[in-house]
Nanobody
Framework: QVQLVESGGGLVQPGGSLRLSCAAS????????MAWYRQAPGKQRELVAR???????NYADSVKGRFTISRDNANNTVYLQMNSLKPEDTAVYYC???????????????WGQGTQVTVSS
């Protein structure tokens, strides 16, 4: 059973920083793209940042220059460093990964349980 477990959310003041982590566990062959999404109350879930297995990244326009996604392939972990946080960054943040299982050519998509980030004074 593959699981994605997030950590690092919390309450932070505007202008502050947080670092989210997401570790993949279980039995699988490899991980393709890993990403962070977020969903604010009353809004649709949106892509925040994605990093591919080769290291290329893309970001939502709203977080460019403030957030950085990175990954540790040896430990199957993805990070999201969030700086200069704004109240509009308040949301539940979800980890997402495309995972290749053993003996399969199909990539399976998994979600974490979500971690709350609240930016407020």
């Amino acid at each position: 059973q593959v699981q994605l477990v997030e950590s690092g959310g919390g309450l932070v003041q505007p202008g502050g920083s947080l670092r989210l982590s997401c570790a993949a566990s279980g039995s699988f062959a490899s991980i393709n793209a890993m990403a962070w999404y977020r969903q604010a109350p009353g809004k649709q879930r949106e892509l925040v940042a994605r990093i591919r297995s080769g290291g290329s990244t893309n970001y939502a326009d709203s977080v460019k220059g403030r957030f950085t996604i990175s990954r540790d392939n040896a430990n199957n972990t993805v990070y999201l460093q969030m700086n200069s946080l704004k109240p509009e960054d308040t949301a539940v943040y979800y980890c997402n990964a495309d995972i290749n299982k053993y003996y399969s050519t199909i990539s399976y998509n998994y979600w974490g349980q979500g971690t709350q980030v609240t930016v407020s004074s």
